[in-house]
């Protein structure tokens, strides 16, 4: 039978803020890559159906950066949810082992860590 091991909630909790700190640069990574490479396929389109105009340059450069600019910024609000719930969820975590700690029988003395809150 499994015990009760109040570590691996902590260790649960580490990760999660681990996780958080980072998913922030990788989802901002992944939607400006996305959307350059969506930036890049309409404004190929563009050029193939109606031709690159003679007063202006290539307009799939543009439409790249455009498409890089706006998934980045967009990747910061999603990335920032995303980090947001995942420290959420180690809070709640934490919380459930601080109450048990709290609620312990006086005359029990199980290895328990004490809850310190991560930075």
């Known amino acids: 039978?499994?015990?009760y091991d109040p570590k691996i909630i902590l260790q649960f909790a580490d990760r999660l803020y681990a996780?958080?700190?980072q998913i922030v640069a990788e989802t901002i990574a992944l939607y400006a890559v996305v959307a350059a490479i969506a930036g890049y396929i309409v404004g190929s389109l563009l050029v193939r159906f109606y031709g690159s105009p003679a007063f202006a340059?290539?307009?799939t450069t543009h439409l790249v950066l455009a498409g890089f600019a706006v998934g980045a910024?967009?990747?910061i609000f999603v990335g920032r949810e995303k980090?947001?719930?995942?420290k959420?969820?180690?809070?709640?975590?934490l919380v459930q082992l601080k109450i048990e700690e709290n609620t312990r029988p006086a005359g029990d003395v199980?290895?328990?860590p004490s809850v310190v809150r991560p930075q």
């Open 88 to 93: 959420l969820q180690a809070q709640m975590a």
């Open 57 to 59: 340059a290539d307009p």
């Open 110 to 112: 199980s290895e328990t």
């Open 83 to 86: 980090a947001f719930r995942l």
């Open 1 to 3: 039978m499994t015990e």
């Open 73 to 75: 910024v967009i990747g």
């Open 19 to 21: 996780s958080a700190a």
